[in-house]
Nanobody
Framework: EVQLAESGGGSVQPGGSLRLSCVAS????????LAWFRQGPGQEREGVAA???????SYADSVKGRFTISLDNAKNTLYLQMNDLRPEDTAKYYC??????????????????????????WGQGTQVTVSS
């Protein structure tokens, strides 16, 4: 079973930066995809960015060019570097993992990597608030 624990959230002014971290365990023995999702008040959970064991990454259009997902396998840690933050980025951010027999990008393509239904394991989330 994959265990996930996020950290790094906080409050920041528009235009600022934050880096989220997710310590993950139990994912390296098989093909995997690790992702960040977010859910704002009264909104559905949406995929932000994902990276699979092929090294394929996928980003939501709303964050392309501002957010970067990366994975340090030596530290079992997934990161989300968020730059040029906007008030609409305010949400609770969740780390998620899919473990399978093939990297998710090969199976469902880039848009599919950002679909919540593909992920069975979830962290508890960390709050990000962007306001002046």
């Amino acid at each position: 079973e994959v265990q996930l624990a996020e950290s790094g959230g906080g409050s920041v002014q528009p235009g600022g930066s934050l880096r989220l971290s997710c310590v993950a365990s139990g994912y390296t023995d098989m093909s995997y995809c690790l992702a960040w999702f977010r859910q704002g008040p009264g909104q559905e959970r949406e995929g932000v960015a994902a990276v699979d064991s092929d090294g394929t990454s996928s980003y939501a259009d709303s964050v392309k060019g501002r957010f970067t997902i990366s994975l340090d396998n030596a530290k079992n840690t997934l990161y989300l570097q968020m730059n040029d933050l906007r008030p609409e980025d305010t949400a609770k951010y969740y780390c998620a993992a899919d473990i399978g027999f093939a990297p998710l990008g090969r199976l469902v393509g880039l848009p599919g990597m950002l679909a919540a239904r593909e992920y069975a394991s979830w962290g508890q989330g960390t709050q990000v608030t962007v306001s002046s």
